[in-house]
């Protein structure tokens, strides 16, 4: 299966700059994932497609303000993005400029705070050891910004639309964005309706903004991302497994943290935390996700191959070819879908 079969043509002006307000207020797009029929309605809808003994699964990640600007000891500005924590000094990020960025390099972000490039990765990035003075979590809310993915063009008034409203474990360079759409109301409303909801963390990191270079799908590799699963949520999940109850997951982060740990666990899944570089493409059996909340994903991504491994891949096209003439909103800030069954 080559890349270019996930493809699709997308105007400029339907990717979203701006979120919608009220959160739930934005488009969703409700498809069975089995014949492809389609309804079109408000995210505030939702409830009306959950079933009372349905369990939601939300990743509760936090973004942190991963952006630093700063200078090089020679006096060259320099820009250096948060990935992924690998102890207490030492960081995965991407850096700016990439060719001046070279090991032994060092970059001052203040009096406060500085780095040092010790290595490449793999994927293009820097390993990066910061030197601080003070607590590092409260350096970075006072110099760091939240970043936002390079297609929305727009500054961000307020903050908080970048994060869920349920957002809690700091950690991600991006937001869980299918999340974006609940507010604590609708939120309370699925929960009095009787359903289940669980939380499980996965910090979002490089994977999310690489695109797939090579032709081959079988070729790609992911970038690992951790993820950390409660006792009480793996109770909860398998307990609903067992039961034979749909499984609802608010994400395509949510989905790779419960199929991980699934595979790992040879179908039960178990507390703790792991890293993952789990790849779900058409020809993966799912073992845990029945039904799935997500937004419109990139033209040939592999989250739009995730979506069409729940579902088709003839069907997520036609699907986003109906978005695309309905003028649904694209991408994080965008409208939302609704894969599920027996519509």
């Known amino acids: 299966m080559q890349v270019s079969d996930f493809n699709y043509d997308l105007p400029q002006e339907l990717i979203a700059q701006t979120p919608m307000e ?59 993005f948060l990935l992924t924590r690998l102890n207490a000094t030492d960081w995965e990020v991407l850096v700016k400029p990439g060719r001046r960025l070279r090991t032994g390099a060092v970059i001052n972000f203040s009096e406060d705070l500085s780095c040092e490039i010790l290595d490449n990765t793999e994927f293009g990035g820097r390993i990066a050891r910061f030197k601080f003075e003070g607590v590092f979590e409260e350096i970075l809310d006072m110099l760091g910004e939240t970043p936002l993915p390079p297609y929305i063009t727009e500054q961000l008034e307020d903050k908080e639309r970048y994060q869920t409203v349920y957002s809690r474990d700091k950690g991600s360079a991006a937001a869980p964005t299918a999340g974006l759409h609940f507010t604590k109301e609708l939120l309370q409303k699925v929960k009095d309706m009787g359903c289940e909801e669980v939380f499980v963390t996965l910090n979002i990191g490089l994977g999310t903004f690489r695109p797939v270079s090579v032709e081959n799908i079988e070729d790609h590799v992911m970038h690992k991302e951790f993820y950390t699963i409660t006792p009480e949520a ?18 395509t982060t949510a989905v790779r943290t419960l199929e991980a740990a699934a595979t790992a666990g040879n179908g039960i ?7 993952t570089d789990i790849f779900i493409y058409p020809g993966y059996k799912f073992k845990m996700i029945d039904a799935l909340v997500t937004n419109f994903h990139l033209p040939q991504s592999t989250l739009l191959m995730l979506v069409s491994t729940l579902s088709t891949r003839e069907i997520m096209l036609k699907t986003y070819e109906e978005a695309v003439k309905q003028k649904y909103r694209f991408f994080s800030f965008g409208d939302a879908m609704f894969i599920t069954d027996n519509l």
């Open 269 to 275: 899944i178990k507390p703790g935390a792991a890293w």
């Open 22 to 80: 009220p959160r739930d207020h934005s488009r969703l797009l409700v498809v069975d994932k089995e014949t492809g029929k389609m309804e079109h309605r408000h995210f505030y809808d939702l409830p009306n497609y959950l079933r009372p003994d349905d369990l939601l699964v939300f990743n509760d990640t936090r973004v942190i303000p991963a952006r630093l600007h700063g200078v090089k000891d020679t006096g060259a500005k320099a820009e250096v």
């Open 234 to 251: 793996a109770d909860a999940i398998n307990k609903a497994k067992a039961a034979g109850r749909r499984i609802v997951s608010v994400g």
